[in-house]
């Protein structure tokens, strides 16, 4: 089981470094050096997640439709290469923006399409896997090393990335980007050898003919789920949201260097690592709601410190509310991941995985969009940049506080005794009809 789970790491870790020096390194060049202004950086960064519906459809397609004998591992590949291919050729999307607006905008909703496709495809089969994999019982230890490993990876990219842009250059962002495109094919290869097991034949044939309807209706019809759906919304748009706009705060409040800012997702990684080997830790002793609990209040007051560093200018007082949003958002990661696992049927396993992960990525175009347009809006209209990124911060700290009273309503057991696998069955047997 070790080894699956370490191979399963290598895949998450995989795809996610792609997304690093994309999320990081070019959206700082971009809106800093470029002066592309935050609300295309951010219609731009949010195309992936357009499709995010779309992993319904490959969660519950993948478990009825084999591929050579494997339910997910071809899914998990061609995510991979479109993944690899994005984030080789973006580079060239930020040279092309600078030279000519409208043709880098055309070429980047293509490359950045073909990135979000890649990863829709690949999240929503692994996370799957993971879960059939382990069990039960196992969840939580196999999410917690997936992501411990994926922080590492995170890290290292970071640092990286930037030792290899120092100095900036084009040819040395070129090249940085193809150095990870390698490392994430190579390391996700690896992790897809032996994995999985051959399935014999097809399964539940007869709900091969799911409408988006039917898809959606299983989901919606269970309140708990439709719940804890908006709950991952509203939390993961503060967490994942910011990811485009703390490195040019950094170099807009702070003057900081394009190598220094990079290496801020490193010190974030850093602490992200520690609350997630402590939240492993934690499983079983403490009950997961509690955990999100602690992560939630962390990351809020992480956002609160990033807000008063501006104000005061000062850098110690960033770093540290970088450390707490690091740490907050490891802790709240595991247990919402695990809980997120908790909140599926045995049946349906690829459906219900596919809506929370279509959660994720909706989360993401909301919170990544807002913040582009609201930096952009709130800038023009103060003619200060520093008070359209404190404003983008004061709205993320808001967010988590939602989601923290949203926490408490949330219930796996009532989730299990609603009535949701019986509208499946429902719609199974009115297609098999």
């Known amino acids: 089981m070790l080894r699956k789970r370490l191979q399963l790491g290598l895949i998450h870790v995989a795809v996610a470094i792609t997304l690093v020096p994309i999320n990081s390194t070019l959206n700082r060049v971009l809106i800093k050096e470029m002066a592309v202004s935050a609300t295309l950086v951010a219609i731009l960064a949010i195309l992936p997640y357009l499709f995010s519906p779309i992993q319904v459809w490959i969660g519950s397609f993948s478990d009825r439709h084999p591929i050579g004998g494997y339910r997910r591992t071809p899914y998990i590949l061609f995510g991979l290469l479109l993944c690899v291919l994005g984030v080789a050729i973006s580079p060239q999307v930020a040279f092309l923006l600078e030279r000519d607006r409208l043709l880098g905008t ?42 411990v490993m994926m922080i590492i990876g995170i890290i290292f990219t970071a640092l990286t990335v930037s030792n290899l842009v120092e100095p900036y250059t084009p040819a040395a962002l070129q090249y940085a980007f193809l150095v990870v495109a390698a490392i994430a094919l190579g390391l996700g290869l690896i992790g897809m050898v032996k994995l999985e097991d051959k399935v014999s034949g097809q399964t539940l044939t007869a709900s091969d003919n799911y409408s988006w309807g039917e898809m959606f209706g299983a989901i919606l019809q269970n309140r708990q789920a439709t719940f804890f759906f908006w709950y991952l919304v509203i939390l993961l748009a503060a967490l994942l949201g910011q990811d485009i706009l703390l490195e040019p705060f950094g170099a807009e409040a702070f003057e900081m260097s394009v190598k220094t800012t990079t290496r801020i997702t490193s010190i974030w990684g850093a602490c992200n690592l520690l609350t997630l080997i402590l939240a492993g830790i934690l499983e079983g002793r403490v009950q997961k709601k509690s955990v999100a609990r602690w992560g939630g209040w962390m990351t809020l007051l992480g956002f609160v410190l990033i807000f008063g560093s501006g ?34 049927t045995p049946t349906n396993v690829g459906l219900y995985v596919g809506a929370w992960g279509m959660a994720n990525a909706l989360s993401r175009l909301i919170g990544t969009l807002l913040i582009g347009v609201v930096r952009d809006v709130v800038t023009q209209l103060s003619q200060s940049p520093l008070s359209g990124y404190l404003t983008v911060f004061g709205i993320e700290a808001l967010f988590v506080a939602v989601s923290l009273a949203m926490l ?24 098999d009809l």
């Open 408 to 431: 408490g309503k949330i219930s796996v057991e009532q989730f299990r005794n609603a009535s949701t696998v019986s509208v499946v069955e429902r719609a199974a047997l009115a297609s």
């Open 311 to 344: 104000l005061l200018r000062s850098p110690s007082v960033f770093y540290s509310g970088v450390i707490l949003l690091g740490s907050g958002t490891g802790l709240a990661t595991v247990s919402n991941l695990s809980l997120m696992l908790d909140m599926t």
């Open 106 to 147: 055309l070429l980047g909703m293509l490359v950045f399409g073909a990135w979000g496709m890649g990863y829709n495809f690949s999240a929503v089969s692994y996370l799957s896997l993971a879960s059939e994999i382990s069990g039960e019982k196992g969840r939580g230890r196999t999410i917690a090393v997936m992501f």
